[in-house]
């Protein structure tokens, strides 16, 4: 396995936009999370999923931003009419089981850059 | 509610000086605790951990962290700073939520280390 990956791993757009960016999870691990880290900051809790639902969602995604998991695999993260206040680097996370002290795998995160 | 602060944004040390990154932590209820690295460029990688047990956790590259419940702390050290330990580090703290674990992460400390 090689770990949690992200795509893209850089995005440039002009405000308004949308954007769609993509998680791939460790196979078979159940939990799946999305955080934004901004400079200077540590990593800002979005949502997560349990397989395909989704279970908690942040005050911060706001209704701009819709997020899915539809097989239970992969999961995508969209920013709809993007604001330069959406600039950041966007993690990916996965964790096997459902215990709080399970590790979470991080993804090397998609930086977002919105003019 | 939870929350972590770490003390200083940023820690210089010399190449085999004490490492000594100071966290403290706010939970109404026994947490889980961890600490995370993050290279340039690269996704978090999990440090160690402490959940239940021995206080004294060690962790990967020759780190430790104790939990003292008393001083509400979780302090990493590193007997012997190395070059490659220059990253930013990231306390974390988990408190079981309407049964989920959600880590809320401290801003962060950039460890300098000097030649």
């Known amino acids: 396995d090689t770990g949690v990956s992200q795509d893209p791993r850089h995005k440039i757009t002009k405000r308004g936009q949308n954007v769609t960016f993509r998680c791939d999870p460790i196979?078979?691990?159940?939990?799946l999370y999305w955080y934004r880290q901004t400079l200077g900051q540590g990593p800002e809790f979005l949502t997560y999923?349990?397989?395909?639902?989704?279970?908690?969602k942040s005050r911060l995604l706001s209704d701009r931003f819709s997020a899915e998991r539809p097989k239970g695999s992969f999961s995508t993260l969209e920013i709809q009419r993007t604001e330069q206040g959406d600039s950041a680097m966007y993690l990916c996370?996965?964790?096997?089981?459902?215990?709080?002290?399970?590790?979470?795998?991080f993804g090397p995160g998609t930086r977002l850059t919105v003019l | 509610a939870q929350s972590v602060t770490q003390l200083g944004s940023h820690v210089s040390v010399s190449e085999g000086a004490l490492v000594l990154l100071r966290c403290n932590y706010s939970?109404?209820?026994?947490?889980?605790l961890f600490w995370y690295v993050q290279y340039p460029n690269q996704g978090l990688q999990l440090l160690l951990k402490?959940?239940?047990?021995?206080?004294l956790v060690k962790g990967i590259n020759g780190f430790e962290a104790e939990f003292k419940k008393s001083e509400t702390s979780f302090h990493l050290t590193k007997p012997s700073a190395h070059m490659s330990d220059a990253a930013e580090y990231f306390c974390?703290?988990?408190?079981?939520?309407?049964?989920?674990?959600?880590?809320?992460f401290g801003r962060g400390t950039s460890l300098i280390v000097h030649p």
């Open positions: 999923f349990q397989n395909e639902a989704q279970l908690e």
């Open positions: 196979s078979e691990h159940n939990r």
């Open positions: 974390a703290v988990a408190s079981p939520s309407g049964g989920s674990y959600i880590p809320t």
């Open positions: 402490y959940t239940t047990g021995a206080t």
């Open positions: 939970s109404s209820v026994p947490p889980y």
């Open positions: 996370a996965s964790s096997a089981g459902l215990a709080g002290n399970n590790e979470q795998f």
